[in-house]
């Protein structure tokens, strides 16, 4: 096994699985995915380490406990199709991409999608669409969708994302503050009826935007 092989094993046994996360799918799908090659070369040796790395553009690559956390949340299926806000470096789209049949996802800074797209298409995940736009306005042109991870934190949950949820869909977000959040679950109803559940705190950077906070001008 390679050195980083190695690594990824570890983590996955004792900064996920040792922490409650349970999912077999969730699982394997960390121990697949190359986390080093998500973030720069320099930081390549930190990949496997249980914490949030620069990307670049002010953002970061997420705790691998939170990707695994939100991902079994999220209780995605091989027919679901998924839509993401937030690309950022493309990892936690590529663990959605081994878990659903299709997915979508959104990032406002463009540099980092135009990073993240040769990255999955070099890795081979076919079944996955990275654009550059708000995510705070969803992406109607693929809706409903029967997951919604809003991996950045919003003031509160975009109307338009609970739009584009189809019924019996989930979606998860974190809500609250500019620096401390809430998880949060929304799930619809066959007849369209909303139920919230709050989850767990996390520290996710903010979700800018039409409906997510303001960005100075
Ligand atoms: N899942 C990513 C996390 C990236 S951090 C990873 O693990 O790499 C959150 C990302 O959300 C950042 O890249 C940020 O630019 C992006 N973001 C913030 N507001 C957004 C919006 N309105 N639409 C799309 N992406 C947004």
């Given at each position: ?19 409650g996360v349970r999912d077999e799918r969730v699982l394997a799908a960390l ?36 990707v695994a956390r939100m991902s079994e949340l999220l209780e995605v299926g091989p027919e679901h199709s998924v839509l993401e ?7 936690q789209?590529?663990v959605l991409a081994v878990l659903a049949r299709?997915v ?41 969708y029967d997951r919604i991870l809003v ?14 949820l189809a019924p019996g869909g989930t979606l998860l977000i ?9 998880l949060v679950i929304y799930r619809k109803s066959q007849?369209?009826?909303?139920r919230?559940k709050?989850g ?18």
């Amino acid at each position: 096994m390679s050195d980083f092989a190695v690594q990824r094993e570890r983590m996955v046994r004792d900064m996920i699985a040792a922490r409650g996360v349970r999912d077999e799918r969730v699982l394997a799908a960390l121990r697949k995915i190359p986390r080093h090659l998500f973030v720069k070369e320099h930081l390549r040796n930190q990949a496997y380490g249980d914490h949030a790395l620069p990307i670049g553009s002010g953002q970061t690559i997420s705790q691998p406990y939170i990707v695994a956390r939100m991902s079994e949340l999220l209780e995605v299926g091989p027919e679901h199709s998924v839509l993401e806000i937030g690309t950022g470096s493309g990892y936690q789209t590529a663990v959605l991409a081994v878990l659903a049949r299709r997915v979508y996802s959104l990032e406002r800074v463009p540099e980092l999608a135009q990073a993240a797209i040769p990255r999955m298409r070099h890795l081979g995940f076919d079944n996955v669409k990275v654009q550059v736009f708000d995510g705070t306005v969803g992406w109607s042109e693929w809706a409903p969708y029967d997951r919604i991870l809003v991996t950045a934190g919003a003031p509160k949950v975009p109307e338009p994302l609970l739009d584009q949820l189809a019924p019996g869909g989930t979606l998860l977000i974190p809500e609250g503050q500019l620096n401390l959040q809430k998880l949060v679950i929304y799930r619809k109803s066959q007849r369209g009826e909303i139920r919230r559940k709050e989850g767990e705190d996390v520290a996710f950077v903010p979700l800018l935007g039409r409906h997510g906070w303001k960005t100075q001008k």
